[in-house]
């Protein structure tokens, strides 16, 4: 949670929205999913904090990727081919951008 405000911080948005999910702290792939697919569809783009090895496994589910690993401060930008939230499958996204604080 504390991530999540600090990112909100510097990105110039408001704590209040933030929405915590205690579960997402050591949640495996399946679960992510399960968050994303509770996302009310008024959000047109969310960001995701969590931690290892849960969303990388997720990351490389949900975009046919085998990334090996996002570091900690990793951030991977997807486009997803949906127009819903719950439509959100292994595989509908599209990777943008993978960058991390100690990236060549």
């Keep these: 949670m504390a991530t999540a405000k600090l990112v909100a911080g510097e ?29 009310n569809d008024a959000h047109e783009s969310v960001m995701l904090v969590g931690h290892n090895p849960g969303l990388t496994e997720f990351a490389d589910e949900l975009l046919g990727e085998d990334l090996g690993n996002i570091p900690t401060a ?25 960058e991390f604080p100690k990236k060549e």
């Design 11 to 39: 990105m110039n948005i408001s704590e209040k929205k933030v929405r915590v999910e205690k579960g997402l702290y050591h949640a495996g792939p399946d679960e992510i999913l399960a968050i994303v697919h509770s996302l």
């Design 74 to 98: 990793g951030i991977v930008g997807a486009t997803l081919k949906i127009t819903s939230w719950k439509e959100a499958a292994w595989g509908c996204g599209k990777m943008e951008m993978f």
